[in-house]
């Protein structure tokens, strides 16, 4: 039976992490000189400005529901990278933005749930600081594999050969999210043991930078 109270602490985790998320995106852009995202009313907090239906809730939630780790993206924002500074590199400051912004999201939650206890109290205080910790880390690992659309592809296309780059932008024209979703759909168990283990392995560094040996 699913529980409606974690679904909806889940989803409330989802939202404020994708928002953060798409966000930071659009702030870099515009810090380096782009202000397309901002003409487009995407340096905003309103979720729907950002969420897209299939990656940003039907995804989360499908992962959530099989006990698998909590991966997503968003509606991408719109960048004009004929107006960003650094070219391609530029991009991928862009794209990069948003899993850094995840990572210190969770890393940040980790150290206020460990000091204050939270992390490790029953209830609904606990559930949400868990949440932030794990959800915001399977959006950072997701979110920086190199398949288009997925932010990690902005950094490869900045290091690929003009062929790679080609194909790169093929892929994410003709396929885009639906890639993505087929991807979860036929790998989805072995990309959730991959994401797994990288999400144990960061929550173990967490652990190691504050002092705390784990087993």
Do not use: C
Request: net charge neutral.
């Amino acid at each position: 039976m699913i529980n409606i109270g974690a679904l909806l602490i889940v989803l409330g985790v989802i939202l404020v992490s994708m928002i953060l998320h798409e966000l930071s995106h659009g702030v870099v852009a515009y810090l380096l000189g782009d202000t397309t995202a901002k003409e487009e009313g995407r340096l905003t907090l309103n979720p729907i400005k950002h969420l897209d239906p299939v990656i940003s809730i039907i995804v989360p939630l499908m992962m959530y529901l099989t006990g698998g780790p909590i991966f997503g993206g968003a509606k991408p924002v719109p960048v004009d990278s004929r107006r960003l500074k650094g070219g391609a590199w530029g991009m991928a400051l862009v794209a990069i933005a948003g899993p850094l912004t995840n990572l210190i999201l969770a890393f940040i939650m980790f150290l206020i749930g460990h000091f204050g206890g939270g992390l490790y109290e029953p209830g609904v205080l606990g559930d949400i600081m868990r949440q932030m910790v794990l959800v915001n880390l399977g959006f950072f690992v997701f979110n920086i594999i190199p398949i288009p659309p997925l932010d990690g592809s902005r950094v490869l296309y900045a290091i690929a050969p003009d062929g790679a780059r080609n194909v790169m932008e093929q892929i994410e024209q003709t396929a885009g999210i639906w890639l993505i979703l087929i991807l979860v759909v036929i790998f989805g168990s072995a990309l959730s043991s991959i994401m797994s283990g990288a999400v144990a392995g960061i929550f173990r560094f967490f652990y190691f930078v504050i002092g705390v040996p784990v087993v």
